[in-house]
């Protein structure tokens, strides 16, 4: 019993490094990407990563709100020209995208600015096919910072060029959801690293009419 109780304590000691250390090279390698400033650089494309546009208790999803508000200010200030917007469709009553278009153009973005790429089922997913799908080598990834720092590293590992804006206004990220980025990140470094994830679906190249 001694001995597998060590066995135990140091192989929950090396997973908690491991999280660690992976948390530690996501953050510190993407840092210097992420901009919730006006001097963020130009790209043609925003990607902007989808999430339910209420939550669970039927209110309105803050982190919906705020990255469409946010896209919709970069394209006003000619910050970008064109925004793929990327989430779930995994019913035709939960449509990420067609939610996303709605809201945009709420907010005075026209839908010929805008494509929608239904098989964004995770971040990678999203990230990976904006360019293997969509064209896309350079990129203004746009979603909240806890998650920005992710998705960038996704796309530095994929050989995109890409920077992120943090849609942050009013939003606060729980306990839960702040445990469970640390260990996306940290399962984010096996799928890319170790099991050499690849999304679920890729298919032709689907070309944006960017003006």
């Known amino acids: 019993m001694r001995r597998l109780a060590k066995i135990v304590f140091w192989g929950l ?9 992976t ?43 705020e990255r469409m508000s946010a896209a919709a200010d970069l ?17 035709k009553y939960y449509n ?34 904006s360019k293997e799908v969509f064209g896309q080598k350079s990129i203004t990834i746009v979603t909240q ?19 992120a804006f943090a849609a942050d206004r009013e939003s606060a990220i729980g306990m839960n959801l702040a445990f469970r980025e640390v260990l996306a990140r940290a399962y984010a470094v096996v799928d890319l690293y170790i099991f050499q994830k690849q999304p679920k679906f890729l298919g032709e190249e689907i070309r944006l009419e960017i003006r």
């Open 13 to 21: 000691i090396s997973v908690a490094l491991f999280i660690l250390i």
């Open 23 to 65: 948390n530690v090279w996501i953050i510190s390698t993407t840092s210097s990407q992420i901009y919730n400033e006006d001097d963020i650089p130009n790209n043609d494309v925003a990607l902007v990563l989808g999430t339910s546009k209420k939550t669970n208790d039927g209110r309105p999803n803050l982190f919906f709100v």
């Open 75 to 91: 394209y006003e200030k000619q910050r970008i020209k064109h925004l793929l917007v990327s989430g779930d469709n995994s019913s």
């Open 96 to 129: 990420e995208p067609r939610d996303m278009l709605k809201a945009l153009g709420d907010l005075s973005v026209p839908a010929s600015d805008i494509s929608l790429d239904y098989a964004g089922f995770r971040t990678l997913d999203s990230v990976v096919r």
């Open 145 to 163: 910072k806890f998650h920005c720092y992710r998705s960038l590293f996704i796309a530095n590992k994929f050989g995109i060029n890409a920077v």
